[in-house]
């Protein structure tokens, strides 16, 4: 399985000098799975960048399964962007909160956007997460609510013998009782988690928001027996500097931890 990192930042793309290193675009990462599918977690603008990095490859899969943690800005922007959408000989399946079809078709709807989701020439099969697990190609995808406000969901993907979770916006509290998301991520080989803030940020008015700190990463990975945990969806306030800051404390808790950057792969 090889997990590529499209987008790392959280809530708005932070373009610039500053950012260079952790990198600018929203949420989106790409995993090709032993099996040979390929699966992207959210359409932040970091899936504009996949979508250019798909016209260059030799044999570009003609299958994509798209999973859409929530709706906020910072995980569907980029998919009006998204080129091979526009393939006709493209088919992706597009999996995310009953009413998906619907939020997508009106992010591409007068007066925001001059494209609509019908112009898109590829083949699009909607399929509304109800808790159950996804199943396609010897891969498993199990949708996990998570903490945050208007709903968000994690996913377990599991894939000849390997099991990857993507949990981005959620707020978990070091200290908390996350019992029910640590069996369901029990013994993962990799955990991408929202550490959005520090602790001292979080205790300082932003409780409530929907994000968690890389303490409460840590607690969680150490509880369930995680091999590796990759600090995601970056406050758009923090630089480079602050970025690798985190990285650092954060490995003083767990030490096989990286913060996302944009352009980094994993192969696990
Ligand atoms: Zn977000
Ligand atoms: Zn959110």
Request: charged share 20%; glycine share 10%.
């Amino acid at each position: 399985m090889k997990i590529r990192f499209w987008g790392v930042r959280g809530s708005a793309p932070t373009p610039g000098p500053k950012t260079s290193r952790i990198g600018g675009n929203t949420s989106c990462v790409e995993v090709s799975a032993g099996c040979g599918e390929t699966i992207i977690f959210d359409a932040g603008t970091g899936i504009r960048e996949m979508g250019l990095n798909y016209f260059t490859r030799p044999a570009p899969p003609k299958r994509l399964h798209l999973f859409l943690s929530h709706f906020h800005w910072d995980h569907i922007q980029g998919f009006p962007f998204f080129g091979p959408a526009f393939l006709g000989d493209v088919r992706m399946d597009i999996y995310g909160a009953p009413g998906v079809e619907g939020y997508l078709a009106a992010q591409m709807s007068a007066p925001f956007f001059p494209v609509s989701l019908a112009d898109m020439k590829s083949e699009k099969v909607f399929h509304e997460l109800n808790g159950a697990a996804m199943e396609f190609g010897g891969c498993s995808v199990i949708p996990v609510p998570l903490s945050h406000p208007q709903s968000s969901y994690g996913f377990v993907l599991m894939e000849n013998g390997v099991k990857a979770v993507y949990s981005s916006d959620t707020e978990y509290v070091a200290g908390g009782n996350h019992e029910t998301f640590v069996e369901m991520i029990r013994d993962a080989d990799i955990l991408m988690f929202d550490a959005q803030y520090t602790p001292e940020q979080y205790n300082k008015g932003r409780v409530g928001w929907g994000h968690s700190t890389f303490e409460a990463a840590a607690e969680i990975v150490k509880k369930a027996g995680v091999k590796k945990l990759v600090l995601f969806h970056h406050e758009p306030t923090h630089d480079d500097d602050a970025v690798e800051e985190i990285e650092r404390r954060a490995r003083e808790l767990f030490p096989d931890t990286v913060a996302a950057r944009e352009g980094m792969t994993i192969e696990i």
